[in-house]
């Protein structure tokens, strides 16, 4: 394979991760939003393993709400 078509291939690799990563937080979204918390917890971290660093900064800030709400219920 020529370099140019291995550049190709690893966007595209790199384009179908980010596109994985996204419709983890949107599932994580999902799930707080029909009180599957525990759930979306789960995600979210996936993401802060697997995330890019915009990524990681998303899911941490929900993770830390999702965390904060619990805070104040107890």
């Excluded at 991760?17 to 979210?44: F, G, H, M, Q, V």
Aim: aromatic share 2%; charged share 40%; hydrophobic share 30%.
């Amino acid at each position: 394979i020529s370099q140019g078509a291995q550049k190709i291939a690893r966007e595209k690799e790199l384009e179908e991760e980010s596109y994985t990563i996204t419709t983890k937080i949107n599932l994580a979204k999902a799930n707080i939003e029909i009180n599957k918390i525990e759930a979306a917890k789960d995600i979210l971290k996936e993401v802060i393993d697997e995330g890019d660093e915009s990524e990681r900064d998303q899911a941490t800030d929900i993770l830390d709400s999702l965390n904060s709400k619990e805070t104040d219920k107890t």
